[in-house]
């Protein structure tokens, strides 16, 4: 018998009030799943009060049209441009500091884990000039450079959480690849890399998460044509008008691609956290 | 994950010249783990050192983003001491959003490790299903925290034909009421603008934050719960059934077993969650901007706004001071977490 509970009016009580607690945390996602998908004139009677036969796509269609569209796209291309640097620099100096001994390292991992902590905005307010300076404003080159940003402030995470992972392989099989004669890098590529995967699949989903989910860095460094769903979303969003219709249509945009991606890969994600929570 | 494994068995008889080659990869070897660090490192310094240096520099200076700080133009340099800091710490705006970020500190890590605590001793409890009911939690986790202020913006519209909330509070028949309980004062309907206010003698809280807290404390918990129920996978069976034979009651168990085991999780819980209360922007800039007035004024959004909503005025100054403060104070907050963090480094 597994479970420490035998009593049972105490198993009902128990799956009850978590049952209630669970519908109730799901609510506002039900509540703006509705909302973008009835008509505003229903919408003022209360979504609650639906029927079937008014539930429509319309609203999304206009959203996307109005602008929204470009945001969503925006959003790949910067997400999956800052994984991508995140994962290919963050996994190589990673196994470095899970694997090898070098000089001041443990002043280099300082600094790196202090970004886990001090807030962007520390960045925030000289970014702009610099990259003027460094020619990445002003055209597609802005996603390149929120992506580095991404890239730098995704460092403490990528080094402790794929650390933990490449620190788990043991010491014997990589040096007995290194006696059979593979260089430092082959046995990075050939047998550290393919045992991590799944930690490296677990650091990329949360890291999609979290670069999708940024608002502050795009707000702030992007022209408004290079600007991801969050801050369209935001832009959408103002008690003044009188569209809520758009504005649930818009925030199920948003919210859509790390759902599913969580909702795909949901037991990656939580190890990863998990992960990082034990440790920590 | 197989062909991998045969190509890494394989790897070496690929290379039979390795052994005369091999004299000069073991010099390149010595190099190794700093043309593996390079790349990272490089964008590190970059993006990060560079910019906050400049940022804790350019604090000491006078100056507005139209013509922003720079190190390499010196005949431009402005330079007032910590005049930055003194007006900062003279300013009421300043000392108004201080005393909403501490409402957010105080609030939200209470709210956070309350439910998670609840919420995962429950699962704890459950023979199956605890799963299923952990990832319901989790879910919101994933949502931005733009689109966490814009769904809670809808729950909370004033129109009780639109927001949900009003409409049970319309259908119990208490929408519009009006409750003063000592120093509380509560109006229920207008949350995003005028909820109430908690009168303390030296200052009146408006209760316009925690319309604010609650949204993010429902986007957070997920981590909380990921957190606690990884520290309960430590608590076994048996240590419950011994603890039940010396009579300890359900409550009893929870409180003498679980909660202590938890409690290096939940430290963790509490500084990640303050971390999250410092940073709060998100969900300020979505909802209210920071009003009415400045009602909701956050740290983080007062220091954005100086910065980038008044460009013709030299406030920037004034916004890179507050941006250190702000970081001092977390790493003040996270010290001893990052040096737990620290003392497990790998290697």
């Known amino acids: 018998m597994i479970g420490a509970v035998r009593s049972r009016w105490?198993?009902?009580?128990?799956?009850?009030?978590?049952?209630?607690?669970?519908?109730?945390?799901?609510?506002?996602?039900?509540?703006?799943?509705?909302?973008?998908?009835?008509?505003?004139?229903?919408?003022?009677?209360?979504?609650?009060?639906?029927?079937?036969?008014?539930?429509?796509f319309g609203n999304f269609v206009r959203a996307w049209e109005q602008g929204l569209g470009q945001h969503v796209v925006n959003s790949f291309i910067i997400t999956i441009l800052s994984v991508a640097l995140t994962l290919l620099t963050g996994s190589l100096a990673a196994y470095a500091f899970a694997q090898m001994s070098f000089r001041f390292k443990a002043t280099t991992y300082f600094l790196l884990i202090t970004t886990m902590i001090?807030?962007?905005?520390?960045?925030?307010?000289p970014m702009l000039p610099w990259f003027r300076t460094l020619g990445l404003n002003g055209g597609p080159q802005e996603y390149l450079g929120i992506a580095l940003v991404h890239t730098a402030f995704?460092?403490?995470?990528?080094?402790?959480?794929?650390?933990?992972?490449?620190?788990?392989?043991?010491?014997?099989?990589?040096?007995?690849?290194?006696?059979?004669?593979?260089?430092?890098?082959?046995?990075?590529?050939?047998?550290?890399?393919?045992?991590?995967?799944p930690g490296i699949v677990s650091f990329a989903i949360i890291d999609f998460v979290f670069v999708w989910n940024d608002l502050l860095l795009a707000l702030t460094l992007l022209a408004r044509d290079r600007q991801p769903i969050t801050v369209g979303l935001a832009n959408?969003?103002?008690?003044?008008?009188?569209?809520?219709?758009?504005?649930?249509?818009?925030?199920?945009?948003?919210?859509?691609?790390?759902?599913?991606?969580?909702?795909?890969l949901n037991r990656y994600y939580v190890r990863g956290l998990f992960a990082g929570a034990t440790k920590g | 994950m197989a062909p991998q494994h045969a190509t890494a068995?394989?790897?070496?008889?690929?290379?039979?010249?390795?052994?005369?080659?091999?004299?000069?990869?073991?010099?390149?070897?010595?190099?190794a783990p700093y043309l593996f660090i390079t790349p990272l490192l490089v964008i590190f310094v970059g993006f990060y050192l560079y910019p906050a240096l400049v940022t804790v520099l350019s604090s000491f200076f006078r100056w507005g983003l139209l013509r922003p700080w720079s190190?390499?133009?010196?005949?431009?340099?402005?330079?007032?001491?910590?005049?930055?800091?003194?007006?900062?710490?003279?300013?009421?705006?300043?000392?108004?959003?201080?005393?909403?970020?501490?409402?957010?500190?105080?609030?939200?890590?209470?709210?956070?490790?309350?439910?998670?605590?609840?919420?995962?001793?429950?699962?704890?409890?459950?023979?199956?299903?605890?799963?299923?009911f952990r990832t319901m939690f989790i879910l919101p986790m994933t949502i931005s925290l733009a689109a966490t202020g814009v769904i809670w913006s809808l729950i909370y519209n004033p129109d009780p034909q639109v927001g949900l909330l009003n409409a049970v509070l319309d259908k119990l028949g208490i929408l519009g009421a009006d409750w003063n309980v000592g120093p509380l004062e509560?109006?229920?309907?207008?949350?995003?603008?005028?909820?109430?206010?908690?009168?303390?003698?030296?200052?009146?809280?408006?209760?316009?934050?925690?319309?604010?807290?609650?949204?993010?404390?429902?986007a957070f918990t997920g981590f909380g719960v990921i957190t606690l129920t990884a520290g309960l996978t430590s608590v076994s069976y048996e240590l419950v059934e011994?603890?039940?034979?010396?009579?300890?009651?359900?409550?009893?168990?929870?409180?003498?077993?679980?909660?202590?085991?938890?409690?290096?999780?939940?430290?963790?819980?509490?500084?990640?969650?303050?971390?999250?209360?410092?940073?709060?922007?998100?969900?300020?800039f979505v909802m209210t901007g920071g009003g009415p007035a400045e009602d909701t004024m956050v740290l983080a959004l007062l220091l954005w706004q100086q910065a980038f909503a008044f460009l013709d005025t030299p406030q920037a100054g004034l916004a890179t001071a507050i941006a250190v403060l702000l970081s001092v104070v977390m790493i003040v907050a996270a010290y001893r977490y990052l040096r737990q963090l620290l003392t497990e480094k790998p290697g």
Do not use: C
């Open chain 2, 71 to 132: 190190p390499a133009e010196p005949e431009r340099w402005n330079f007032v001491g910590l005049d930055n800091y003194g007006q900062t710490l003279t300013d009421a705006s300043f000392w108004n959003a201080t005393l909403n970020t501490a409402i957010w500190l105080v609030v939200f890590p209470l709210l956070v490790a309350g439910l998670s605590l609840l919420v995962s001793i429950l699962i704890w409890y459950l023979a199956r299903g605890g799963a299923v």
């Open chain 1, 154 to 197: 995704g460092a403490g995470w990528a080094i402790f959480m794929l650390g933990a992972f490449f620190s788990a392989i043991p010491k014997d099989l990589l040096e007995a690849a290194s006696i059979d004669g593979a260089g430092w890098f082959g046995v990075f590529r050939r047998i550290a890399l393919p045992l991590a995967i």
């Open chain 1, 10 to 56: 105490t198993i009902v009580v128990l799956y009850t009030s978590l049952t209630i607690l669970a519908l109730v945390w799901l609510v506002p996602v039900l509540s703006a799943a509705m909302t973008s998908a009835l008509p505003l004139s229903q919408i003022r009677e209360g979504w609650w009060n639906l029927s079937f036969a008014d539930l429509t």
């Open chain 1, 236 to 264: 959408l969003q103002s008690p003044h008008l009188a569209q809520e219709d758009l504005v649930a249509a818009g925030s199920i945009m948003a919210i859509l691609p790390p759902l599913l991606l969580f909702a795909a």
């Open chain 2, 186 to 218: 509560v109006h229920t309907g207008a949350w995003l603008s005028d909820p109430g206010v908690l009168h303390l003698g030296f200052a009146d809280l408006r209760l316009t934050n925690l319309a604010l807290v609650i949204p993010a404390f429902w």
């Open chain 1, 118 to 125: 001090v807030p962007v905005q520390i960045i925030l307010i």
């Open chain 2, 242 to 284: 011994a603890a039940k034979v010396d009579g300890a009651n359900t409550w009893q168990v929870a409180r003498y077993v679980l909660i202590p085991a938890l409690r290096a999780p939940l430290v963790v819980v509490g500084v990640v969650s303050v971390i999250f209360a410092l940073r709060t922007f998100d969900i300020v």
């Open chain 2, 9 to 31: 068995t394989r790897a070496p008889r690929e290379k039979p010249s390795a052994r005369r080659s091999s004299r000069r990869s073991r010099r390149l070897e010595r190099y």
